[in-house]
Structure formats: C-alpha cells, structure tokens
C-alpha cells in the first residue's frame, strides 16, 4: 500500500492499527518493532534525535534489520557531541543514519529571516529547519517511528503504541511509549548502549544548541529546552 492509498484509506488504516494497538499495547518494545518492520518494510522510517530513547531504538531497530531506514534531522545547531554520538552508533550497529536538513544554510537564513531566528521567532525556526524537512522526509514513507513517552510531557501522555498522525498523514509508532525514564536507562546500561555524555553533564533532553540549557536538581527533565520561553516542543509530536 502506497502512501497515498493509505491516505485515501484511512478508515481502512484506522481498523488496522486499532487492531495492532490491541495486540501491541502490551507488547515489548522489540514485538512492536519487529511487526512495524514487517508490515511496512521499506516504507518505514525511524526518526531519531539522538536522545537516550532514541540510542534505544537504534539498538533495538539494528538487531532486527540493520539495513531498516534511519534519519535524524539536522538543524546544523546540534551539540558536537551529538554528531560524535551519531557517528558511534553508525560504527556499533553497522546502520545508515540518513541526514535529513533544510536547504537553507544558516547564512541563508539569518539574512531572509533575520540573525538568531531562535530567540526571536523560534517557531518560525523549527518550523524551517525541522518542520519542513520532516514533512518532506515522511511524504516518501508510509510509517515513522518515534522515541517519544508518554511521561515525558502533557502533550504525549495520550501517545498510542501504534496510532494515526493526522498531522504528517501516515502511521506513527511509538515502542518506548509505555517505558518510563528509568526503564531506558536500565536498557542502556545493561547493553551498554551509546548514548550522548552530556546526559552525565546536566542535559537530560538535548537538543539544537542555543535551546539547550542545563537543568537544575528537582527541575523538569525537558526545563532546559527553549528556557524562558512559552515553546515545549518543536512541533514534531504535537
Ligand atoms: Fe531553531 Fe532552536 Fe528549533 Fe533548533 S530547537 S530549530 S535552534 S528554534
């Protein structure tokens, strides 16, 4: 089934994943996994942005197929050491993480929309550097998979295992969505898991570098994104 019959059928689609939702809701991480991979094969992408989940994934998505499809969206304002982490779980798993980015440079940019668009319209700045890539990375799939829990934030506490996003028009599966926190970093240390050494640092979520700023003992865990302003997400999950 092609992209655009999914949309076409998606009280169709909605049967099905209503289906898969009752069989997966339960299930482990790798089962929900391992039944997006088969039904949608190459037409399932997982997104990552390297955070501790999304190291997860990559592990558990590598052991199952490590040719299945891989991106991260790359702003050109991630941390050096997500770059340097995004190489290690290239070299561990033997896996392509595709680099998704806009064709705006940074230059471009500051000179259309003006200088540091992220304090002044940082909407407008996810919106051009991760919005639009993403919109036209899944319009060549039928099914993505993200990291998101459902503890993580208010806005993702409704987050199915298998669901429809409405919003990018296709299949969105969500296997980490019933883990908490400490469930993934019990899963990282015992499989020894790259993930990205500002988590020892003071950074819980990591994200573009000028919307990432340590978060204090007793704060949110996502405190550190967009601080100071009204923002909590980039409009990826929403
Ligand atoms: Fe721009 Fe900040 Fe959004 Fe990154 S997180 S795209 S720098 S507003």
Redesign the pocket.
Known sequence: MTATELKTNEKEINEEIAVAVKRLEEAAPEEVLLWALSRFGEKVTLATGFGAEGCVLVHLVANIDPNARIFYLD?D?LFPETYALRDRLETRYGVRIERRASSLSLEEQASEYGEK??ETK?DQ??NL??IRPLIKTLSGFDAWITAIRRDQSPSRANAGVVEWDAKFGLVKINPLARWSSKEVWKFIVQNDVPYNPLHNEGYPSI??R??TTLVQIGEDPRAGR?RGKVKTE?GLHQ
């Open positions: 702003t304002l668009l992220w940082p700045c996810c550097r991760k994200g573009c000028p919307c967009w980039c």
